[in-house]
């Protein structure tokens, strides 16, 4: 083997946002059913452990296995700083979605001094290839439009998600 034949990729989506929020608030929104439900999806399965279930249903009436991240797992955590999932692919991606792909997904959060909170969410792991490259396309608008939303939560209220908001910029 040559090096024409090796490639090497580090790529990753990274998302930043300030919030009108503490730590430990935005900490809750995302480990926490209730606190997901407030910005990121109107359903979810949490189990705070390593190992333990990640799981947000994104259409809750959709038949199992359609309804969002089933299957995604905490990886690790350190409360209220850090947490890493595994995160599957949208059904917009039937072939990635039902291999069982996967990527990770970290939140960092940092506490400012002046009751703020920089969010910063880092999606890596991935591979090459057609549906990997429309992946990294759709979760770089998704990404975007979580932590939209997760602003917004915190400013304004929580997302209704019989009419979820979407900023006009990220509206397709």
């Given at each position: ?69 089933e299957g995604?797992?905490?990886?690790e955590f ?93 509206r397709a």
């Amino acid at each position: 083997m040559n090096e024409s034949d090796v490639k090497v990729t580090m790529r990753e989506i990274c998302r930043t946002v300030v919030v009108q929020a503490t730590g430990p608030e935005v900490w809750d929104a995302f480990t926490t059913p209730e606190g997901i439900q407030t910005f990121f999806a109107p359903a979810a399965h949490v189990e705070m452990k390593p190992g333990g279930a990640y799981e947000l249903y994104f259409d809750p009436d959709a038949p199992e296995g359609e309804r969002g991240s089933e299957g995604c797992l905490l990886r690790e955590f350190e409360a209220p700083r850090f947490l890493t999932f595994s995160w599957s692919f949208p059904p917009a991606i039937p072939r990635l979605r039902h291999s069982g792909a996967r990527a990770l997904v970290s939140v960092h959060i940092q506490d400012l001094s002046d009751g703020t909170s920089r969010v910063v969410i880092t999606h890596t792991g991935w591979q090459a290839g057609p549906d990997w490259e429309e992946g990294l396309r759709y979760f770089q608008r998704a990404w975007s439009l979580v932590l939209a939303r997760l602003e917004r939560r915190f400013a304004e209220g929580p997302i209704d998600w019989s009419d979820p908001w979407v900023p006009d910029e990220l509206r397709a």
